[in-house]
């Protein structure tokens, strides 16, 4: 159990077009999932909360315009890199938080690399 | 914002020895989480600790909450060459309801290299 999928795995797109990645909780229902961005042997850092039904909430100096996230269901998140450039190149992870019991825990996609050229 | 302090930040080890690595935090959390990641992939859930003082194991690894609830340590016992890998440390803020809740703020990663 608590399987979470991204689509795609990997992108290569030209500068100036947009980008959506896909993130589904296959096996339980989240209200709430993440997403995050990871450079090359650096940690995870956190982009925006998304939460069913309501707005995202933003990391301070990520451009909500610039990633449009929208959680349209319990079991799917979507970002959008928008005007995607160079600089946006990266791996893109999201997670979903599973109740466990009086418990959280977070489980994890399995990225998607994202290449503009 | 709220950092950890993961270490070593790498270890280059034989097979069949043990593995220690810790993390430590400047403020409290109310669940300590270890990862792993494999290149390219997502990080992979080994164990959550909820409680201060909690020991818990998961095959031949070990992970403590400490008593302070500002530190956590993870040990891999005799380890094997799928070890290899990027573990992390990673402390999650109280759900409190809102749309700021289970967040969780990361560890900079332990590299480990086994070599057979």
């Known amino acids: 159990g608590a399987v979470v999928s991204q689509h795609p795995s990997w992108v290569i797109c030209k500068s100036g077009t947009s980008v959506k990645i896909e993130c589904r909780s296959l096996?339980?229902?989240?209200?709430?999932m993440f997403w995050y961005r990871q450079f090359p042997k650096q940690s995870l850092m956190l982009m925006a909360t998304?939460?069913?039904?309501?707005?995202?909430?933003?990391e301070q100096g990520v451009e909500k315009d610039k990633f449009l996230i929208n959680h349209a269901s319990l079991t799917l998140s979507t970002l959008t890199v928008t005007s995607a450039h160079p600089e946006d190149s990266s791996f893109y992870i999201c997670?979903?938080?599973?109740?466990?019991?009086?418990?959280?825990?977070?489980?994890f996609g399995p990225g998607t690399r994202l290449t503009v050229t | 914002g709220q950092q950890l302090n993961q270490s070593p930040q790498s270890m280059f080890i034989q097979e069949g020895e043990d593995v220690s690595m810790n993390c430590t935090s400047s403020?409290?959390?109310?669940?300590w989480l270890w990862y792993k990641q494999d290149p390219g992939e997502g990080p992979v859930l080994l164990i959550a600790?909820?409680?201060?003082?909690e020991l818990t194991s998961n095959g031949r690894l070990t992970a403590q909450f400490g008593i302070t609830r500002k530190d956590s340590f993870l040990n891999i016992s005799a380890s094997i060459p799928s070890d290899v890998g990027i573990y992390f440390c990673?402390?999650?803020?109280?759900?409190?309801?809102?749309?700021?809740?289970?967040?969780?703020?990361f560890g900079q990663g332990t590299i480990l290299t086994v070599h057979p």
């Open positions: 096996d339980f229902q989240a209200t709430t």
């Open positions: 600790l909820y409680k201060a003082g």
């Open positions: 998304s939460n069913e039904g309501s707005k995202a909430t933003y």
């Open positions: 990673a402390g999650q803020e109280a759900y409190a309801g809102g749309t700021s809740y289970g967040k969780l703020t």
């Open positions: 997670s979903a938080l599973l109740r466990a019991g009086a418990n959280y825990e977070q489980y």
């Open positions: 403020s409290i959390f109310n669940t």
